[in-house]
């Protein structure tokens, strides 16, 4: 069973607020991603990390920022919300080899709904 | 550009039959591909993978089939159970360190 948790799981703000998504993994994974995803369409790449103090965008241009300081921690920020970030963001990690399969565990997602 | 298709919004079988989804992809690059489970309100589960050497890969009532020239996999489920009704995404892995994603096929196992 994955370790890997968010929260919140649900957050409806107000435009404007700025808000933190948080995720936490205890596997020791050097690897973590923040997925986006809107009602049924794919999983949008938006943040990955390959260690402590290692961040990069992903595919999906997003105005969220994210940091790694703990290899266990990965949050994601938005300064100020709009309601086109309201999505679900799906936080996940892998184990950082080189020769695996790229499986990735999935955290239970954060849903945000910005008014 | 989406590299991960699955064209099938949804599908609909009865117990006890075979579930058949289906992913195309168009980047030849990729060197796995994956199969996530989606229940509502969770976030994927792995379910099944298949290396880009591989034609086949079977794991119980899970098979995943790969075609490489016709860059299109599938997944069949048999027999189908009501506990198996999900959304399934196909995902494929570009260097082992990036999954790119399709947007999901719903299955609905009718009792």
């Known amino acids: 069973e994955a370790d890997i948790y968010q929260t919140p799981r649900y957050l409806v703000i107000g435009t404007g607020k700025k808000i933190t998504l948080e995720c936490s993994q205890t596997?020791?994974?050097?690897?973590m991603y923040w997925y986006q995803q809107d009602p049924g369409m794919e999983l949008h790449l938006i943040h990955y990390s390959y260690g402590v103090n290692s961040t990069e965008k992903g595919d999906l241009s997003s105005e969220s920022t994210v940091s790694r300081i703990r290899t266990e921690h990965f949050p994601l920020t938005l300064e100020s919300a709009r309601p086109s970030h309201t999505s679900q963001y799906l936080c996940?990690?892998?184990?950082?080899?080189?020769?695996?399969?790229?499986?990735?565990?999935f955290g239970e997602g954060s849903r945000l709904t910005v008014l | 550009d989406q590299q991960v298709k699955q064209n099938s919004p949804s599908l609909s079988v009865q117990e006890g039959r075979i579930s058949i989804l289906n992913c195309d992809y168009t980047?030849?690059?990729?060197?796995?591909f994956l199969w996530y489970k989606k229940y509502p309100a969770e976030g994927p589960t792995f379910l099944i993978s298949i290396s880009s050497i591989k034609d086949k890969n079977e794991d119980g009532r899970f098979t995943v089939f790969l075609n490489k020239s016709a860059k299109h996999l599938s997944l069949h489920i048999v027999p189908s159970q009501p506990g198996d009704s999900a959304v399934y995404f196909c995902a494929a892995s570009l260097s082992s360190y990036k999954l790119i994603f399709g947007s999901g096929t719903r299955l609905l196992v009718r009792p």
């Open positions: 980047n030849s690059m990729f060197d796995y």
């Open positions: 596997m020791g994974h050097d690897k």
């Open positions: 996940a990690s892998s184990e950082g080899l080189a020769e695996n399969t790229g499986e990735l565990f």
